[in-house]
Each structure stands twice: as structure tokens, then as C-alpha cells.
């Protein structure tokens, strides 16, 4: 038995949204087979120290029996146990009324909802008509139940005076001081995403730095580390390290409706595929995740960061970035190149 611990997030069911956001790429729904469960716990469970079961990849509950399920992911699980975070399903939540109280018995105090601007741009963006008027109704089903919203909202050039729009409705709405009603705190904050799976393909579309509504600054996640596309080339120029991702003690593996297992670095494309686990022998599954012994990683050890950037790099651009989001968005584009995927 290795000394790893494991998390297994799957996608058993599938996902009403297509966002265009999305870190993970979209992919087609599916309903995995109900005893998948099981066995994916088994093929793992002799190999690490903890093996923790989720049934979801993308939106969380997204089943009918989401409280028989949720009780089985308990069950199955090996040496620990999921953990509900901040997420639940706010296409549920406005279909269920039962699934708020399934929330508040499992303890659920504060969960995250996802804006793209006002009606017209978060429906375009969720990939379905009525999205935003669901998060509002979202919004209310949980201040009704004493659970707290968080208003995340993925800022654009498209959409940044809308973005400043919803921070004032959330003003209107009284959010914050009906949160501390209750104990809790409302929370709003706007970042630019990561640059890999869907959210890759909004680049042309990235916010300046420059351009970031003043009134919004405040509530920018982790501004503070807030760079230029051109600042991050000025600090990666002539470097000499690799952007390689790395598993601490706990491994998490993305696991697709059909087998196909990924490290959670990023977006699940053909370069980062570890293999399928139908197919694939097990114990060489075990090697290559346990050893990081993937296609992709083995490219970036092959490259620096300072030849990166010199390939992909834009030393005139304005675009916002962390600098750890755009050494990854700098290793995707040149896997792209290689792999194709």
C-alpha cells in the first residue's frame, strides 16, 4: 500500500451547463452505470491509504437520489470522508424543494454561485437560457434557509461594466446585511479564471488589468499577485525552470464517464490523460499515477519556462494573469503544438 491518499471526483451524471468558463473542457453527458461506484473504489483501494469518493466532476448532486447518493459516497468511501465545500447545484435548488433542506441536514452553510454579467451575458455564458434568473431565485431559496450566498463572477472585456452592475444589485438586494442576519457573511468577488479548458478559448476576450472597473478592485480575489501578460514575460524571461504540477500527499484524480482517468492540474484533454482504467493494465495505471508518468509532464520536463515564453509569449499584452495561471497557460499552449490535444 502506497502512503498517498486519493480523492476520486466522477462523472456519474453529467452537468446541465455548458459553461464557457469551465476549466475542465466540456464533455458529453452520460449516466455512468450505478455499481461504477464500487468498483472504482476497488481498483484503488488496495494501493492507497484513503480513498475518497465523489460522484460528481462538474455540477454537484446532479441526480435525483442526490441524498441516497450522497449517503453511498460516505459509504464507499475508504479511511475518510467527502466533504460538501461550498458547492451545490443551483439548477437543483430552483427544481427541488427538498434540496435546500437536504443542504441544510448535511450542514451546508455557505455555497458559491457563478454570474457572467446580468441576464443576457451569464445566460450566454452558462450555455442556457434562464441561468441567471435561477441563480437569483438560487440566491433567495438559500437566505430563506439561512445558508450564504457568494456571488463569483468571471470578469471579461465583454463583460465588465456588467460585472460592476451585479455588485451594485447585490447592494440592492440587501445581500450582505441579510447574511449577517443569520451569523454568516455574503461574500462577491470577480477574478479572470484560469486559461485552460473552455476558458482558454476567452483570451482574445481577457481582461486588461488596466481595464478592471475601479469599484471592483476591492473585491478582486487575490489582486495583489495581479499581473500584465507583458510583467509575467518580464519575469519568466531567460528563466531556466519547468512548469511541471505536482501531487502532494493527496492525489486527485478527474475520473470521465467513460474510464478515462486525469490528474486535476487541469483541463482533461488527450495530452494530460493518464489512461483508462477498462483498458489499461491496473498495475501500470497505478505506476503512472503514483510516478506522474503522463505524456504532458514529460513534455514539460523537457522545456523551460524561459523557452516558453519566448514561443508563446505576448511582451506587449495588457491581459491579466497570475503568474502561476499563465505558466500553466503557457505549458497548454505548447502541448497543443506537440500533442494536438
Known amino acids: 500500500m502506497f502512503a498517498q491518499h486519493l480523492a476520486l471526483a466522477v462523472d456519474m451524471y453529467g452537468c446541465p451547463n455548458r459553461c464557457k468558463h469551465c476549466w475542465l473542457g466540456h464533455m458529453p453527458n452520460r449516466t455512468m452505470e450505478e455499481k461504477a461506484d464500487i468498483w472504482l473504489v476497488n481498483y484503488f483501494k488496495n494501493h492507497f491509504q484513503t480513498v475518497v469518493f465523489y460522484s460528481w466532476l462538474r455540477e454537484p448532486d446532479f441526480c435525483d437520489s442526490y441524498s441516497r447518493r450522497w449517503a453511498r459516497d460516505n459509504e464507499i468511501s475508504v479511511g475518510a ?10 439548477w437543483r435548488l430552483v427544481r427541488d424543494p427538498d434540496y435546500v433542506k437536504f443542504l441544510k441536514e448535511t450542514d451546508v452553510k455557505r455555497v458559491q454561485l457563478t454570474l457572467f454579467g446580468l441576464e443576457r451575458l451569464t445566460d450566454q455564458y452558462t450555455g442556457r437560457k434562464g441561468a441567471f434568473r435561477e441563480v437569483l431565485s438560487a440566491t433567495e431559496i438559500l437566505l430563506e434557509h439561512q445558508i450564504a450566498p457568494r456571488w ?16 451594485k444589485l447585490s447592494k440592492t438586494l440587501g445581500l450582505e446585511r ?70 502532494t500527499d493527496q492525489i486527485v484524480l478527474n475520473i470521465s464517464n467513460t474510464f478515462d482517468a486525469y490528474f486535476n492540474f487541469t483541463h482533461m484533454t488527450s495530452a494530460w490523460r493518464i489512461g483508462n482504467l477498462k483498458s489499461s493494465p491496473q498495475e501500470e495505471m497505478i505506476r503512472r499515477i503514483v510516478e506522474e508518468d503522463i505524456p504532458a509532464l514529460e513534455l514539460a520536463r523537457q522545456i523551460t519556462l524561459g523557452e516558453l515564453v519566448k514561443c508563446y509569449g505576448d511582451a506587449m499584452s495588457g491581459k491579466a494573469f497570475t503568474l502561476g495561471d499563465y505558466r500553466a497557460y503557457l505549458l497548454n499552449r505548447y502541448l497543443e503544438d506537440r500533442l494536438k490535444g
Open 81 to 90: 470522508k467527502p466533504k460538501r465545500f461550498e458547492l451545490a447545484s443551483f
Open 152 to 167: 463569483q463572477v468571471f470578469l471579461t472585456e465583454e463583460n465588465r461594466e456588467e460585472a460592476a452592475g451585479l455588485l
Open 178 to 247: 441579510r447574511c449577517q442576519s443569520f451569523g454568516e457573511e455574503f461574500k462577491f468577488f470577480v477574478h479572470e479564471g484560469s486559461c485552460d479548458g473552455e476558458n482558454r478559448k476567452l483570451y482574445p476576450v481577457r481582461i486588461e488589468k488596466s481595464h478592471i472597473p475601479e469599484e471592483l478592485v476591492a473585491y478582486y480575489w487575490q489582486y495583489d499577485q495581479l499581473l500584465t501578460e507583458a510583467e509575467c514575460c518580464e519575469k519568466l524571461q531567460g528563466s531556466t525552470e519547468h512548469e511541471i504540477p505536482h501531487n
